[in-house]
T-cell receptor, first 113, second 115 residues
């Protein structure tokens, strides 16, 4: 069974204080790993897809990296508007079609002035 | 602008009542999905559909039903058989053929509460 574990559950940072969020996964064969941002009471917003170990992607203050067992979402010099819940999900080979994703429980990030 | 529209934003259900959540997309996406989100749990797949007039059960389909009569619409009915329906429901879509590894596009969600 595919599993995704995110840590920490919650993270409080000062503005400008860089940090990383972790996503550990167990899948029979990784087809893709996804990062989403979710604001309270809203649907998740797509950030990145990573396909293979060693891959990195960047978007503004965010950078996602991937190894064979985990992914990190690095946040450089965060601002209060980066406060949100960040979700990680994996898509495995052999899921029977449908491009189904397995999600972690998320990391709730709060960036304070 | 293209996107996914979910309605209503808030829905209250009485015991023993069926309710239907609406999901409409104008992205011309082939595949559509329904997920349920509960506090402290990851999103869980209820049903998905890859083409019109076809759909498959996800991991937690019991007590739910769907239809896919039009490409742009994928309504979810929460039946009285669903014993714990209070949750945040999310609809998503993606192109099935192209961009296979692209992320889903999500709607803004419907919060269902049993009263």
């Amino acid at each position: 069974e595919d599993q995704v574990t995110q840590s920490p559950e919650a993270l409080r940072l000062q503005e400008g204080e860089s940090s990383s969020l972790n996503c550990s996964y167990t899948v029979s064969g990784l087809r893709g790993l996804f990062w989403y941002r979710q604001d309270p009471g809203k649907g998740p917003e797509f950030l990145f897809t990573l396909y293979s170990a060693g891959e990195e992607k960047e978007k503004e203050r965010l950078k996602a990296t991937l190894t064979k067992k985990e992914s990190f979402l690095h946040i450089t010099a965060p601002k209060p508007e980066d406060s949100a819940t960040y979700l990680c999900a994996v898509q495995a080979y052999g899921t029977g079609g449908g491009n189904k994703l397995t999600f972690g429980t998320g990391t709730q990030l709060k960036v304070e002035l | 602008d293209g996107g996914i529209t979910q309605s209503p934003k808030y829905l209250f259900r009485k015991e023993g009542q069926n309710v239907t959540l609406s999901c409409e997309q104008n992205l011309n996406h082939d595949a559509m999905y329904w997920y349920r989100q509960d506090p402290g749990q990851g999103l869980r797949l209820i049903y998905y559909s890859q083409i019109v007039n076809d759909f498959q059960k996800g991991d937690i389909a019991e007590g739910y039903s769907v239809s896919r009569e039009k490409k742009e619409s994928f309504p979810l009915t929460v039946t009285s058989a669903q014993k714990n329906p209070t949750a945040f429901y999310l609809c998503a879509s993606k192109e099935a053929a192209l961009g296979e590894f692209d992320g889903y596009t999500f709607g803004s969600g419907t919060r269902l509460t049993v009263v």
